[in-house]
């Protein structure tokens, strides 16, 4: 090996990790000062790459004022007005819903992008770009990356100083950890936090005009970029400015030298030939981060204002499944095949959503990765189902998701709450980068895929196929019902509430996390595989980390411990497509994301309690079908009663969790 | 509270959605379109191409035929009525990057305009039903689906996944004669056919044939770099193999990834294996910012080489002076020479009176060529439009064919590429032509047609 060559890659990824350093140093200043992590950090750095790039290039502003209108007076701004109008509301809110509301805001900034600024072919020039360049070890940095790395030690150092050394930022810290402690002491919460979210947005768009430079300047890519800087604010444990820095720099040099490694270890070389595996780095970079840190409770965790909804019984499970086949049967001969198409798919994203009301909404446990299990399962009905649409194709994508499922499990038994979302989130990225997109896995292009024959009757018409996909989500939530009222999903429910005084009454959470897991991995394949065969076709695009986050979207919305709500958001999903196909506003989806969000804020619980609540307001519950003969009037079922049975048995919840 | 959040809220979103409908437009981008493996054997090529190839004498009169709607025989297959057929388009109009391939869209417009000012084809006018496959896989092949029932053929299609329409398209039979293929599979599909070809199996070799006499040393220290993604990987391997029977030496070979921030690494091994020749594939935001970081890493090779996708002013606008000295080569006439080439003049003249706002480019004229290419095998299948008639004569008719001087010689009906091209290079700002000299002409002797692996 090159000493010379590893310094200039050393060189090299210091460059790099300070604009990652920029980007994480805003992402840990609303985390620390709000307890909420801001999916939407590197959309709003990408709105204001747009920006400065309109105000220079298009209408040929002064550099200096136009830095001067995006980060301080844009990117502040559009921090105010989020603070004000969306996150207030989000006080007391569960972690699935806090999430949601940023991912939310991240896919309608990018909308709002691909619509104000049509077309690519834009680069925003950087600072002083004509200066020669500065040369260390015969690696030539431009002014523009020497200012980034300045950028990024002021940053981290001002900041650090600022949070701990000054009454506004003692205050924005105190404001997370009490808010009404906070204001007996004088403060204002609403104005210090509104305060914090101004200047993290504010950092944002300083990154945008920073790091916009080094990119082409679109919308997907400026975006997700800032994805990759997560991994540095974990190092910094999402308080430690320095640390983020730290972690920053290190992302850089991983980025740059395990490829240099890979290279000069003919093992390694040999082993990786032909995946597809640099991309994922950063991914692969967050999940040891992960698993290396000690995960001590996290600032902003406090008991949320989630409800417990009435679990259907299983007559009224297996009623409702009836209606809503037969109403399929009837509007499907009604639709276009395109629009039969869409809904399929939907749909097929709805048995996905559906693994997240057990995983998320009974378990409490967060997952951006869904996506990554679907795509297993889509791999496991090709080789099982394929062309001829085997039905042992879709018990095979349970099968072999499941245990993947409980692998990803494993090192995630020891994270919780935002770090297991985060550590999910690498799985799916680097499934998405790496893994699916192999040759042996579902390679370039497309792969040929039958729909479901069964017993000989082929379900390869639209309509039929849709009809299909919906008794599949009806079916499985008649299970995930099931489930939720056997003592195994009142462990479960229990456990969400409070791990520790679930492990006090003798329950061991590591057990009743694997299984959740594997079970919802499950259900999620079948999805995968659904989805698929409404393709007819699998690829790798399909199964896109940027696809897990409409899922954990469209569950929350709906009320995410409910059912009902991966029907609604399936149904919402082929609307949207539906709809879009016919309005000429390119990426009608992402704006209408922007609406869910808003909607969020108001009901962080979703839109389906409150329906629930009004029908329950119409029909009691006691009413319900009571015109069934010889049927007595069902009484409410107890909610989370943990029985004397599940405290007197052994530690552990055995596997299959129906003990 | 409540109501005056509600009301900020209402505000914000009132603003964003008038701001969104209301736009601000930049120049339409450029994709990645693999454009090479163009040229056409002697071996398989009755006729003798030309050394260079003269443009055409004039412009193409629109293909008009005999027959009226009274006798043209009505409704004769999908998409044709007595005085209407339907063609439609798939290309990537909106998405994660709007505005990709609009300017396919733009030259098929403008040809269909051209051809029904002058009667349409046999009494039918022709009717552009656009599909917007918004860089995603399900619409290309559910697009696909919906041409399949409603159009009578695909015409001037372009998208970063076609490959997912081809199970469809090769399914339902419609003929689809494509402005380019990006991905082989699309290629391979029996219906296929494009104005300018692409086989599998051979690449064209005559631009790095010419720089080869230009550079003989260079040829020795090559490098290519490629986004890694599967068309352009295989696509750079296929040229690295065919320039290597030319007698290349590839020193180097680099990926890079779709988001890429720093150049570094590739640029000081490229210098650390004395790379002099580069090339590379890639989208051309990317292939700028390389050359940007290039300039920065003080490395200057003999010979920057690009595909035809780069032959756009807005790749110079994101290079800036970074692309000065690049070569260019283009297998379609210049779009500054429309004085000498009649049939880019009409192109440019119906692009301004159908979207006056739109740009000439590389795939506005490919698509116009495949509608050229359709209406002349619509003329010939004769006055019943039927779509076995059009395949018919799309296999058989167009040998030699070169769509009126607008594009290199080639045979689309074999799948033949054409082996000529015209080679520029960016000087001050602008791309001008290096070789041949003359104004209006391709070279289409220098390298030829050579066998590569199609898996490789």
Redesign the interface.
Same mark, same amino acid.
């Given at each position: 090996m090159d000493v010379k060559?590893i310094l200039?890659?050393v060189v090299?990824g210091v460059?790099?990790g300070s604009?990652y350093a920029i980007a994480a140093s805003g992402l840990v200043v609303t985390y620390t000062t709000s307890g909420i992590f801001n999916f939407a950090h590197g959309a709003i750095g990408m709105l204001s790459s747009f920006l400065y790039w309109?105000l220079t290039v298009?209408d040929g502003w002064p550099v200096w004022l136009s830095v001067i209108v995006v980060v301080l007076g844009f990117g502040p701004a559009v921090g105010a007005?989020i603070e004000?109008?969306?996150v207030?509301?989000l006080r007391g809110s569960s972690l699935a819903t806090r999430i949601v509301v940023t991912i939310a805001l991240m896919v309608f900034a990018m909308?709002?992008a691909?619509?104000?600024?049509?077309?690519?072919?834009?680069?925003l020039p950087g600072f002083f770009?004509d200066a020669d360049?500065v040369r260390f070890l015969?690696?030539?940095?431009?002014v523009h990356q020497v200012i980034v790395i300045v950028c990024a030690l002021t940053v981290a150092v001002g900041l650090r100083f600022f949070l701990f050394r000054t009454r506004v930022g003692t205050a924005m810290r105190a404001v997370v950890d009490s808010p009404a402690t906070a204001s007996l002491n004088g403060i204002k919460p609403d104005v210090v936090s509104q305060l914090s979210w101004a200047i993290g947005a504010g950092l944002a768009a300083l990154a945008g005009v920073l790091?916009g430079p080094?990119?082409?300047?679109?919308?997907?890519?400026l975006t997700?970029?800032v994805i990759n800087a997560y991994a540095a604010a974990v190092v910094g444990r999402l308080r430690s400015l320095p640390m983020t820095f730290v972690g920053a720099v290190g992302l850089g040099l991983f980025i740059?030298l395990v490829?240099y490694v890979v290279e000069h270890i003919g093992f390694l070389s040999s082993a990786l030939d032909g995946w597809?595996y640099?991309?994922a780095l950063p991914a692969v970079f967050l999940f040891i981060v992960l698993m290396l840190i000690k995960d001590s409770s996290l600032r902003g965790a406090r008991p949320t204002r989630a409800r417990t909804m009435r679990v259907p019984t299983f007559t009224e499970s297996v009623l409702g499944s009836a209606g809503v086949i037969a109403f399929t049967i009837v509007v499907a001969q009604f639709l276009s095949?395109?629009t039969l198409?869409?809904l399929q798919?939907g749909f097929g994203v709805g048995v996905v959503g559906l693994s997240l009301v057990l995983l998320t909404g009974y378990g409490g446990q967060v997952s951006l990765g869904q996506m990554g299990f679907a795509g297993v399962g889509a791999f496991a009905m090709l080789k099982f189902g394929g062309a001829s649409g085997n039905p042992l194709g879709l018990l095979a994508a349970f099968a072999l998701a499941a245990p993947v499922g409980a692998l990803v499990a494993i090192p995630a038994l020891r994270v919780r709450g935002l770090y297991l979302a985060l550590t999910t989130m690498a799985f799916a990225q680097f499934m998405d980068e790496t893994v699916f997109?192999h040759e042996g896995v579902f390679?370039?292009?497309?792969n040929?895929l039958g729909r479901l024959s069964i017993f000989g009757v082929s379900t390869d018409g639209d309509k039929a196929y849709l009809v299909t996909v919906v008794t599949v989500l009806c079916l499985l939530s008649i299970g995930v019902l099931a489930l939720r009222r056997s003592r195994y999903g009142r462990v479960l429910t229990g456990m969400r509430d409070s791990e520790l005084a679930s492990a006090t009454l003798g329950i061991d959470p590591r057990a009743v996390k694997l299984v959740t897991f594997a079970l919802s991995a499950g259900i999620a394949g079948v999805g995968g595989a659904l989805m698929a065969m409404a393709? /007819?076709?699998a690829?790798a /695009?399909?199964f896109a980390l940027v696809q897990s986050l409409p899922v954990l979207l469209i569950v929350v919305v709906g009320g995410v411990g409910m059912v009902t709500s991966a029907f609604s958001g399936g149904l919402a999903l082929g609307l949207m497509s539906i709809v879009g196909?016919q309005v000429d506003?390119?990426?009608l989806d992402l704006?209408l994301t922007?609406?869910a969000a808003?909607g969020l804020s108001r009901s962080p619980e979703g839109w389906g309690v409150g329906l629930a609540d009004q029908v329950t307001r119409i029909v009691p519950t006691s009413r319900r079908f009571a015109f069934l003969p010889g049927r007595p009037a069902p009484q409410p079922e107890p909610v989370d009663e943990v029985t004397p049975a599940d405290v007197t048995r052994p530690s552990g919840v055995r596997a299959g969790g129906l003990v | 509270m409540m109501n005056a959040?509600r009301g900020?809220?209402a505000l914000?979103?009132a603003v964003?959605?008038v701001?969104?409908?209301?736009?601000?437009?930049?120049?339409?981008?450029?994709g990645t379109a693999s454009g090479g493996g163009s040229n056409a054997a002697a071996a398989d090529s009755n006729a003798e191409p030309s050394a260079t190839q003269p443009a055409g004498d004039s412009a193409t009169a629109p293909a008009q035929g005999d027959a009226t709607p009274e006798n043209n025989g009505g409704a004769t297959d999908v998409g044709v009525t007595a005085d209407n057929i339907k063609i439609g388009i798939q290309a990537d109009i909106?998405?994660?990057?709007?505005?990709l391939f609009k300017t396919a869209l733009e030259g098929l417009d403008a040809y269909v305009a051209y051809v029904n000012a002058n009667g349409g084809v046999n009494g039918r006018t022709l009717e552009v039903v656009p599909y917007?496959t918004k860089l995603?896989?399900?619409e290309v092949?559910?697009t696909a689906?919906?041409a399949c029932?409603s159009v009578f053929a695909l015409v001037g299609s372009m998208g970063i996944?076609d490959?997912?329409g081809?199970?469809t398209i090769e399914e339902c039979g419609i003929p689809d004669i494509m402005a380019t293929a990006l991905?082989q599979?699309r290629q391979e599909v029996s219906t296929s056919y494009s104005p300018l070809p692409q086989a599998p199996g051979l690449w064209s070799t005559g631009p790095g044939a010419y720089l080869k006499t230009q550079f003989p040393d260079a040829i020795a220290h090559a490098a290519m770099i490629t986004v890694?993604?599967?068309?352009p990987k295989l696509n750079a391997a296929k040229l690295v193999d065919a320039y290597q029977q030319e007698g290349f030496e590839f020193v180097y070979q680099g990926?890079t990834?779709?988001?890429?921030?720093?150049f570094?690494?590739l640029i000081?091994d490229m210098k650390d294996k004395g790379v002099r020749y580069v090339m590379m594939i890639a989208?051309?935001?990317?292939m700028?910012?390389l050359l940007k970081a290039m300039n920065?890493?003080?490395f200057h090779p003999d010979v920057i080489e690009f595909m035809p996708q780069a032959y756009?002013q807005?790749?110079v606008?994101?290079g800036?002076d970074a692309v000065e000295g690049s070569y260019v080569w283009a297998n379609f006439a210049l779009l500054g020479e429309s004085d000498v080439n009649p049939e880019m003049a009409l192109y440019q003249e119906w692009l301004t009176k159908t979207h006056p706002e739109a740009t000439p480019d590389i795939f506005g004229v490919y698509a116009w060529g495949a509608g050229m290419m359709f209406v002349e095998a619509l003329r010939n299948s004769g006055p019943e439009a039927t779509r076995d008639g059009l395949l018919t004569s799309l296999s058989e008719d167009f040998i030699d064919w070169d769509a009126n001087g607008l594009m290199g010689l080639s045979s689309p009906s074999t799948h033949t590429p054409s082996r000529c091209f015209a080679l520029m290079q960016v000087r001050d700002g602008k791309f001008v032509r290096v070789f041949p000299e003359e104004p209006g002409t391709f070279e289409c002797e220098l390298g030829g047609l050579r066998e590569v692996n199609p898996d490789l």
């Open positions: 060559e200039q890659l090299i460059a790099m604009a309109q298009q007005i004000f109008g969306i207030r509301g909308g709002l691909t619509n104000i600024w049509q077309g690519q072919s834009a680069s770009p360049p015969d690696v030539a940095l431009s790091i080094m990119l082409q300047l679109e919308a997907f890519a997700f970029l740059n490829p597809r640099q991309p095949n395109d198409n869409r798919l997109r390679g370039s292009t497309s040929a393709n /007819e076709g690829a /695009e399909q196909k506003i390119s990426n704006l922007g609406v808003v | 959040r900020w809220l914000l979103i964003m959605l701001t969104a409908a209301c736009g601000s437009r930049v120049d339409a981008p450029d909106t998405g994660a990057r709007p505005g917007d995603n896989g399900d092949r559910r689906k919906e029932d996944q490959s997912d081809a199970a991905t599979e890694d993604q599967a068309s990926k990834n779709v988001i890429q921030i720093d570094t690494k000081l989208d051309n935001s990317q700028a910012d920065t890493q003080d756009s807005s790749f606008d994101l800036g």
